[in-house]
């Protein structure tokens, strides 16, 4: 639980920490060098955005946590860390407006050994750190997708630590000149980006990935595919193949940190006019209102076609 002090010395602006229990500045946080998921990868995270000092899909987010360590056998101590409750005050203790709320839990501290003794104590640590979201600009221009055949293991439904992929894959896209990895199965199929997952718009219909074991079911997609159906616009769970989206009428990402943002181009070949396109306004319109609501706020200008 969180200690009596609520307010340490310097929480604010620079981000504010919760580990296993204590709140502190970012720059007091140890972890014990033999911490598992230090040595392994051996934990899990979460990452949730923050507007108006509130924590978006909160609730969404600490299922698929539930989620991820029920896969990798690790039993969360929701008793002695309720989540629910402590998230919410540490977001607003930190007097951060707009931020990200990274949230990481690994299966404890034990002498380095690929198997593990049962009842280990987890380590759980959330931190929060400003960060400016997409403003009209940034997603009138969209982004950059750099192709790359997917060598990750065949667990990303986990939304494990072991993130090294993604980091060589964006890597390589900066290199390229390009803003996200997109990760392509051998036979052409596409499956989503480094960090987002991928939709585009092929025959007038809103195609993504299913949400199997070669991708993360991510919290976005979720909200997208349920405006989907609520606006009544053509979708289904169907993946597509790399010749696909370059012929597409549209094509965007999702993730808590972009929201919808249109793709255009991949590969260097632009996709369509390198607009965004009808369905990504109404999706990105309708997902800004919503996350409006959830922090309390009154409904954005809505985001127009240029």
């Keep these: 639980m969180l ?17 296993n229990g204590r709140l502190l500045r970012p720059e007091e946080g140890c972890i014990a060098v033999e911490d598992r998921g230090f040595l392994f990868g051996d ?6 955005k923050i507007l108006n000092g509130r924590c978006l899909w909160l609730d969404e987010h600490l299922e698929r946590l539930g989620e991820s360590c029920r896969a990798i056998g690790l039993e969360f101590p929701w008793g002695e860390h309720p989540l629910a409750e402590i998230l919410p005050r540490l977001a607003e203790e930190s007097g951060i407006q707009a931020g990200l709320l990274y949230l990481q839990v690994t299966r404890g501290v034990s002498p380095r050994d690929f198997d593990y003794a049962p009842g280990l104590e987890p380590t759980v640590m959330a931190l929060i750190r400003p960060l400016a979201f997409p403003d ?13 055949e997917d060598f990750r293991w065949a667990r990303c439904d986990i939304k494990s630590l072991n993130l090294l992929p993604a980091v060589l894959g964006k890597r390589a896209a900066r ?7 997109l990760w392509v199965a051998a036979d052409g199929t596409v499956r989503e980006g480094g960090s987002s997952n991928a939709f585009a718009v ?10 199997d074991n070669f991708i993360l079911n991510g919290i976005t997609r979720r909200s997208l ?50 607009r965004p396109g009808p ?18 706020l009154d409904s954005p200008q809505p985001f127009s076609r240029r």
């Design 136 to 148: 009209e600009s940034t997603f009138q221009r969209g982004i950059s997708l750099h192709p790359w």
């Design 3 to 19: 200690e009596p002090e609520l307010n340490p010395p310097g929480a604010g602006a620079g981000g504010l920490l919760y580990l």
């Design 43 to 48: 934990g899990v995270y979460e990452a949730l």
């Design 279 to 296: 369905v990504s306004l109404q999706l990105v319109n309708r997902l800004r209102d919503e996350a409006a609501l959830q922090a309390g």
């Design 175 to 181: 290199e390229q000149g390009c803003d996200e990895v």
């Design 225 to 274: 595919l349920r405006l989907a159906g609520e606006l009544e616009l053509p979708h289904e769970v169907r993946a597509f193949t790399l010749g696909e989206l370059e012929g597409a009428e549209e094509a965007f990402v999702a993730s808590t940190t972009r929201d919808v943002m249109p793709v255009n181009s991949v590969g260097g070949r632009p996709v369509a006019d390198g």
């Design 202 to 211: 092929i025959g007038g219909v809103l195609r993504t990935h299913p949400a």
